[in-house]
Nanobody, 122 residues
């Protein structure tokens, strides 16, 4: 029901935009977010956006570089990632929660996307 896309191989300092398309759910009634899992590490929270926006919040590691957004008319969520660093290399997962806004805990997630790989070379 959630399909993430847009990952790829980029260089340090480059930008990338990930998308997450939803189907089969009332998109506007879900708090949405992005998580990521780097090789050998646990999955971590990246960013979240409330039902209708514009309330957003970010992990400290991406604050000021990443911007999360959503288009409820298109049932799609995005994250614009700028000034990418090698430590941003990870599989990025989109997530949907019945909460108005994810606070960053995985147990709040009702639906997960399949993940898209972002690799940032130095």
């Amino acid at each position: 029901q959630l399909q993430a896309s847009g990952g790829g191989l980029v260089q340090t300092g480059d930008s990338l935009r990930l998308s997450c398309a939803a189907s089969g759910l009332t998109f506007s009634k879900y708090g949405l977010g992005w998580f990521r899992q780097a090789p050998g590490k646990e999955r971590e929270f990246v960013a979240a956006i409330a039902w209708s926006g514009p309330n957003t919040h970010y992990a400290d590691s991406v604050k000021g570089r990443f911007t999360i957004s959503r288009d409820n008319a298109k049932n799609t969520m995005y994250v614009q990632m700028n000034s990418l660093k090698p430590e941003d290399t990870a599989i990025y997962y989109c997530a949907a929660s019945l909460l108005v806004e994810l606070t960053g805990r995985e147990r709040e997630v009702n639906y997960w996307g399949q993940g898209t790989l972002v690799t940032v070379s130095s």
